[in-house]
């Protein structure tokens, strides 16, 4: 069974800012009530549309909307 990934209650898909298949990447996240700068280190969760579009979210909001859960250091082993 494929896995899905969906928002948590309260994330507004009309408030993505959508980038087109063309344009440059992003440098702030997509998610319009936040905007962060991407930074560099970053590696932003990226959703693509059927059309090539793309949105980019930053940590934060990786952590807020999507739960997800960011290591920035190598975990110990043992």
Known sequence: MPATLS?????DWLLIRWGGPEELRT??????????PLGEDEIP?????DDGSVAEFCEDCQRKWWGAEIFKDEPEVG
């Open 27 to 36: 440098e702030v996240c997509s998610y319009v009530p936040c905007g962060k």
């Open 45 to 49: 969760l990226s959703l693509f549309r």
């Open 7 to 11: 928002p948590r209650a309260g994330f």
